[in-house]
């Protein structure tokens, strides 16, 4: 007799819970939360399934024995049912709206997938506009990879931030995490005019007095790193910001931007750079070419070509390498000498009525016969379901052409796929064309 067993998968759970979600069929209790016209709102739920995920839940539950409604007063009913979906549905759709709320509410009922998918969220959804509020919930939670992802997106695109209301708008302690960051990509002087402007959105002071500065700053004021200006620069500081320095703050600094090797005592003794520094170890590399032969069939290089690709998981674009060019004679490749181009990198918004390109770089290089390959002067941030397009301007001759064959799929790791779109094929080719052979990327 066999003793074989199959296994099958099953939805009835999961259409269970979606069918009980906000619904009051066999529901045994209710939270109370404020709507948002102000009213009170009931909102049902089953204590065996929230019971079942969260132990907070379980021991409320079990106290609660004789009670079925309950006032919740740290969240409101909007909040509180985009939490709810952890408990009911196999999806959920989070909203940057009631994020820290959500997080909040996984964090104090301890529901780690909960905090999990916020914190996959806002890597996937923080603009400049909001990388301090995401900063401040990665420190709020101990939330390691995203508070990396905060930094470094930070220190990337530091004037941008420093523009941000958010940024105006920022807890103290994520200011000071900012200003103990080895590498802001703008110079000191800037770092210290946009405290400056968040001391003046913190205290609401038009003009800024040493009480003031000290009052909102404390011991952050300490934290510029003078070393790291010319007297120049502070130079034009003091016009609007001298009377907030005593006599022995000045001494420092003067000594500071003026001697090279000179040590300061109060304020940050070490130079801050505007160099990002990558970690080899996290590069990884898209590599497309499927051979390193040149295919019979050439593909003539067009006065515009597009690449167009999309990832799965928030990588930072680093390097594009181009395809060997050369110009196709009696069934050769010949080598030629280069090819201006000119460069574009956009993303790629669809809007209700067209297609938007927001632009990310322009540059220029050239197409060669031999490897060529153009490092981004900054990195570009490059967020999963968003569609990109490398765009390329050249004036071929009619016999320029590359042999390189590509894959139109390329799966760096297990959870990393590069996704490339819209590629041309030459004659019965099933293969890729193209003039972007490879991507290199540095994970978070």
């Given at each position: ?319 594009i390498e181009f395809s060997q060019v050369g110009e196709f004679k009696s ?111 540095y994970r978070f």
């Open positions: 007799m066999s003793t074989k067993t199959l296994e099958y998968a099953i939805k009835g759970i999961l259409l269970t819970g979606q069918d009980l979600y906000l619904s009051e069929i066999m529901a045994d209790f209710h939270f109370i939360c404020k709507s948002s016209d102000g009213s009170d709102e009931r909102i049902p739920v089953h204590k065996l399934l929230l019971a079942g995920i969260s132990d907070v839940f379980r021991a409320m539950f079990h106290g609660w024995k004789e009670k079925v409604d309950v006032v919740l007063p740290d969240a409101t009913a909007a909040e509180f049912k985009e939490f709810l979906q952890f408990f009911y549905l196999g999806r959920v759709k989070l909203t940057m709206d009631n994020i820290a709320k959500v997080m909040y509410l996984g964090d104090k009922y301890n529901v780690t997938e909960c905090i999990n998918a916020c914190v996959k969220f806002l890597r996937q959804t923080l603009t400049d506009d909001n990388y301090c509020c995401g900063f401040w919930l990665a420190i709020l939670y101990n939330q390691s990879d995203l508070k990396r992802f905060c930094e470094l997106m930070i220190a990337i695109n530091t004037k941008a931030v420093f523009s941000s209301a958010s940024f105006l708008q920022c807890d103290k302690d994520v200011l000071g995490h900012i200003l103990r960051m080895d590498t802001l990509t703008c110079s000191e002087s800037k770092v210290f005019r946009a405290c400056m402007e968040w001391v003046k959105s913190t205290s609401g002071a038009t003009e800024l007095t040493r009480a003031i500065v000290q009052k909102c700053l404390g011991h952050l004021f300490y934290e510029f790193s003078f070393k790291s200006m010319t007297p120049q620069q502070f130079a034009r500081l003091v016009p609007s910001y001298g009377r907030i320095f005593s006599v022995e703050e000045y001494s420092d600094i003067t000594q500071s931007t003026a001697i090279q090797h000179f040590k300061p005592n109060i304020f940050k003794q070490t130079p801050r750079t505007t160099n990002l520094y990558f970690d080899d170890m996290e590069k990884i590399e898209c590599d497309r070419l499927v051979a390193l032969d040149f295919s019979r069939s050439p593909y003539c290089i067009k006065s515009i070509e597009t690449t167009v690709f999309s990832v799965n998981e928030p990588l930072l674009l680093r390097q069934n050769e490749y010949c080598a030629i000498v280069k090819l201006s181009t000119e460069i574009k990198i956009v993303q790629l918004t669809k809007s209700a009525t067209s297609n938007v390109e927001l632009s990310l770089y322009e540059g220029n290089t050239y197409l060669k016969s031999e490897l060529t390959y153009m490092t981004l002067s900054k990195p570009i941030l490059i967020r999963p379901g968003v569609m990109y397009e490398i765009q390329m301007k050249q004036t071929p001759t009619q016999n320029f052409c590359t042999g390189n064959i590509l894959k139109t799929e390329v799966q760096m790791e297990s959870n990393i796929i590069v996704q490339f779109h819209r590629d041309p094929i030459v004659g019965n080719d099933i293969v890729a064309r193209g003039m972007i052979r490879k991507l290199e990327f």
